[in-house]
């Protein structure tokens, strides 16, 4: 186990870090397609406020930010997850790095290159790397 995540209710592990990490990647990617998608709508609705209610305003715009942010910070996340593939790192792990007594010094000892990382984590196919289905 690395660490109980409470934002998914289970703990990560290296059995489902996979899962865990599309999860991010897909939850990111739905996010910008939603602000990019609907940001016609918003520019529309800020431009001609005739055309919309105050109420049905005050939503679009709302949930624009909204869904802007989550995109934001879900993508710095998964760019920080890639981050942690790349060193070997588990989340525990890169705590205890930061920490004073440090026991890391230098490379990690589980780091067997990029490639290598992201093929132990994901699979040995790449191109079902992002498909949260097993590592077969």
Not at 12 to 39: D, E, P, Q, R
Not at 65 to 91: E, G, K, P, R
């Amino acid at each position: 186990m690395d660490h109980h995540c409470p934002w998914v209710a289970n703990c990560i592990g290296f059995y489902n870090y996979k899962f865990f990490f599309c999860m991010i990647f897909n939850t990111a990617v739905t996010c910008h397609l939603i602000t990019w998608s609907s940001l016609p709508i918003l520019k529309q609705c800020v431009a001609s406020p005739e055309f919309f209610d105050y109420k049905t305003a005050y939503f679009i715009v709302v949930s624009w930010v909204l869904a802007f942010v989550l995109a934001f910070i879900l993508s710095a996340f998964w760019c920080f997850h890639i981050y942690l593939n790349c060193c070997q790192y588990t989340t525990i792990e890169y705590c205890e790095k930061r920490g004073p007594n440090s026991s890391f010094h230098g490379k990690m000892p589980y780091n067997r290159g990029f490639c290598e990382n992201f093929r132990t984590v994901l699979g040995p196919n790449p191109l079902i790397w992002l498909i949260p289905i097993c590592k077969c």
